[in-house]
């Protein structure tokens, strides 16, 4: 996937004010609208010209597109890393049905989350429900934690530029939390209008990289280092999860790449996941006289070839 510079495709600076954004999207829709265009690439253009204006034009968007895409140039292969949007809260009103499909892949992956998280309808008066993700360690799901959430909220600054203001919340994390699920606190979102309720904020719940651990829904994946003889022989080992220490049994002839799976070990819930190990065999290295000896004897006396199976 390749970066797009909006800025570059209306033609203004970085720092430009939401009325310069407007004329500059004006005149080139002026220019390339295919109902007047006689450019013979007017549609695709057009459609460039909207997708760049739809994020310049939002102060939501603008504030999360700036601070992801300093350092980046038009054309760049480009793969936004995981999280990136954490600190930002949006609004809910997103965009319409059919601009999605009429925007690139580029747009999608910043931004076709937000579609996705309307609230249902609500009283004209109540305020608005915004949406933010947070990140998590998985050890979180296992106990249920209180943590510190910082946002930032995007706004239109005296000027008409984009900026933000920042806020911060004390956020009770429940037992059993996993990707993808959401978090309701009441009251959170924008004000209502004229002294109604306030919306909500929905906090949907993404894990932090893990040295050790992955989630795949209320599953627990890990990989699980075992000694050549542990694997050939069988062996009872020490397994660390969030939860505290088990011991495994691996079994005689066990392979890298052999799975094991425990029932009900993986994130809490109602049913709870399980804790699936990947047996990874480790090779001592040969780095003294005495190891070299040792696998020089297993070479010797050992009828082993590794690679008849791929004969």
């Given amino acids: 996937m390749q970066f797009k510079d909006y800025y570059q495709t209306l033609g203004v600076s970085r720092d430009a ?14 220019k390339y609208h295919p109902d007047v265009s006689k450019e013979k690439d007017a549609e695709a253009r057009m459609k460039d010209v909207n997708e760049a204006h739809n994020v310049l034009s939002d102060p939501e968007k603008r504030a999360a597109y700036d601070r992801l895409g300093r350092g980046w140039q038009s054309g760049q292969e480009f793969r936004p890393p995981p999280g990136w949007d954490a600190p930002f809260e949006f609004s809910t009103r997103g965009f319409t049905p059919g601009e999605e499909a009429d925007f ?7 931004f076709g989350r937000m579609g996705g998280m309307r609230g249902a309808a609500r009283p004209a008066r109540r305020g608005e429900d915004h ?3 947070v990140l998590l360690d998985i050890e979180d799901a296992f106990g249920g934690v209180s943590r510190q959430v910082s946002l930032r909220v ?5 000027s008409g530029r984009a900026s933000y203001r920042e806020r911060t919340l004390n956020v009770k994390i429940p037992k059993g939390v996993h990707a993808g699920q959401v978090i ?4 959170q979102g924008a004000p209502g209008a004229g002294g109604s309720a306030a919306g909500d904020l929905l906090l949907e719940v993404q894990f932090r990289p893990h040295p050790r651990y ?16 542990e694997a050939a022989l069988g062996a009872v080992v020490p397994v660390r999860l969030p939860g505290g220490e088990v011991r495994v049994r691996v079994p005689e002839g066990a392979q890298s790449g ?13 049913p709870p996941g399980d804790a699936r190990l990947d047996l990874q065999v480790v090779l001592p290295p040969a780095d ?23 004969q």
Wanted: charged share 35%; hydrophobic share 40%.
């Fill in 184 to 187: 309701r606190l009441a009251g």
């Fill in 258 to 270: 052999a799975q094991l799976r425990l029932r009900g070990k993986g994130i809490p819930g109602d």
């Fill in 131 to 133: 949406h933010a993700r």
């Fill in 214 to 229: 992955r989630a795949d829904g209320r599953d627990l994946l890990l990989t699980v280092p075992v000694a050549p003889w």
């Fill in 154 to 158: 995007p706004a239109v600054d005296a």
């Fill in 17 to 30: 004010s939401a009325d310069e954004i407007k004329k500059a999207f004006r005149k080139l829709a002026r």
């Fill in 288 to 310: 003294s006289p005495r190891a070299r000896q040792l696998y020089e004897t297993m070479a010797r006396e050992l009828d082993f070839d590794p690679r008849a199976a791929a």
């Fill in 104 to 110: 690139s892949d580029f747009f999608s992956e910043l």
